[in-house]
């Protein structure tokens, strides 16, 4: 047990979407939701608690944040210095190996390894569960990203029952996802803001809770049998519905640009000719594509015409938290 | 009384959507709805009952069409025959002055000219409320029709209690419809089938049928106190959660592309920059905008910039059916 830990943890692209807090304070949601952990997408992160530091300091990607962009990061090293002796401030080293681009959320993997590295260094012991938990405070998919595969996560009623359980954590299904990035740019609406509108003012949002419990009840024994068709009809329609939400609120908004709508229009006409693929997305326009490993060249070759092949990225099931430095 | 007769009846643009039958033999709507006509679009239709004829003749914009493509005109004659002493075929000649293109219903304005062209000169003497119901017969858009400004369709429960009914009918409010033609080709999904496959498959749908009430109770008092605003954001409101029940449906579909949603942005831009105007769209792509007599410029100026002059057509409040040749 040391003051320094490094954490590595992988994002996810949830395929029952959460969307939409209970408790917007401890990050209870509305519904649960279930996701996988992807390959290619990871955040390392080293907390060093020191007691001759006279505020956090926190560096991402090489840059240092001023103290208000370092808010979050600063409330969840509090919560993390409640549960410890150690009550000084920390050193936050952080690299995302998440392409901004990529619409991927790089607060799943961010806040997942803020919660190893933080946890460890102030010499915490926390099972797997607990690591869970306490990352769901800092961002609700961060929740997921402790388990590698396919993970629910539990949304339970308070801060004890809220967590990430793995459904298959070793997954040897021949699957992947392919990203497409079609716009670099950084959300108008953030998925914080977007889904509590959605809960606020979508007159669709009590059905939504329904259709939730129908595809968790769908996709789990789907994914436990790998029934590919199941698997895809149901996060395609989840993702959809969940859009639904944001057209329905007030005022209304949407996600989707231009090529996300020519995307989807390409992954119908790739489903017509025989090549099964299904498309999700969440706050932002960039389409993610489920597919069979023996699609991914037609997939990724159709694609790369399309948009070109640098904005398309192919990931495969990633594993849960890692402690890279234990020493 | 002859055995011809011209009618013209209006297109009218729906501010409280109507998305689904709950009978579709009768074209019964499972909701009430509620529109505006438009004096810019209208169809001309002459019909001549004629005993020399061996068959329905029908000629739209200069073109006859084939008995395959003439069969919901001809079906149509055959309600107007049972109903009447006239048994013979009709010549039906018709005129659109409704750009295919700008996406507005063009089977609303020929349906209820037809109506009224073919009851009379079938010696049938229709009340407008009867005559409402024979159009609905053929296009369910097409009850609203027979009125002019703003018309509520009275959902009902069979062939008798559904039909249209003028709220305001010659309207004395400074109001305008800007039309854009976003994309001139026909709707890949008909408004038929998809309406159809919200009802069948939207887990959102019966959520839809209280959205409607909510806002028929919302907007026809605004309507009657020239209260903008609430006409406004009722409408924008209302399309948004339609458009929610097409992404909600399965398979998933939209009406939308990319041009939607950059004009959908450009609105939201005019408001925050003080022009208020609100947005409505159909089964297609082209957005039509509400807006108050004294922005049009400004409204048309930028979406000419935006799309080209001769995609933006301004029209206001149309008149009901009229009977052009009662030779």
């Not at 079609?182 to 979508?202: A, E, F, W």
């Not at 259709?211 to 395609?236: R, S, W």
């Amino acid at each position: 047990m040391t003051a320094t830990a490094t954490a590595r943890a992988h994002t996810n692209i949830a395929l029952v979407k959460y969307w939409g807090k209970a408790d917007t304070d401890l990050i209870i949601p509305q519904t649960g939701s279930l996701s996988l952990t992807l390959d290619q997408f990871y955040t390392d992160t080293t907390v060093t608690f020191d007691e001759g530091l006279t505020a956090d300091d926190v560096i991402v990607n090489g840059e240092r944040l001023s103290a208000q962009r370092a808010t979050k990061v600063h409330n969840f090293l509090n919560l993390v210095r409640q549960q410890s002796s150690r009550a000084s401030f920390a050193r936050v080293t952080s690299v995302n190996h998440v392409p901004t681009a990529a619409g991927l959320a790089s607060s799943a993997s961010a806040f997942a390894a803020l919660a190893g590295a933080a946890s460890q260094a102030a010499g915490l012991t926390l099972d797997r569960t607990a690591l869970s938990r306490l990352a769901r405070r800092g961002s609700g998919s961060a929740t997921r990203s402790i388990f590698g595969g396919f993970v629910e996560w539990h949304a339970g009623h308070d801060d004890l029952s809220s967590y990430g359980v793995p459904l298959v954590e070793k997954v040897e299904w021949p699957i992947a996802v392919v990203a497409l990035v079609l716009d670099p740019h950084h959300k108008k609406i953030s998925s914080r803001q977007g889904m509590q509108s959605s809960v606020n003012t979508s007159p669709f949002y009590p059905a939504w809770q329904q259709i939730v419990a129908d595809d968790l009840a769908a996709i789990k024994p789907a994914i436990l049998a790998q029934d590919f068709t199941t698997v895809g009809e149901t996060l395609e329609s989840n993702a959809m519905r969940m859009h639904a939400l944001t057209l329905s609120a007030w005022p209304p908004y949407s996600y989707f640009n231009g090529d996300t709508l020519a995307a989807m229009q390409t992954v119908k006409e790739l489903r017509a000719a025989g090549v099964e693929c299904y498309y999700t997305l969440d706050a932002g326009p960039n389409l993610k594509i489920f597919c069979q490993n023996s699609d991914i060249a037609a997939i990724t070759k159709r694609f790369s015409q399309q948009f070109g092949g640098d904005n398309v990225i192919v990931a495969h099931p990633g594993p849960g938290i890692q402690f890279l430095d234990e020493a």
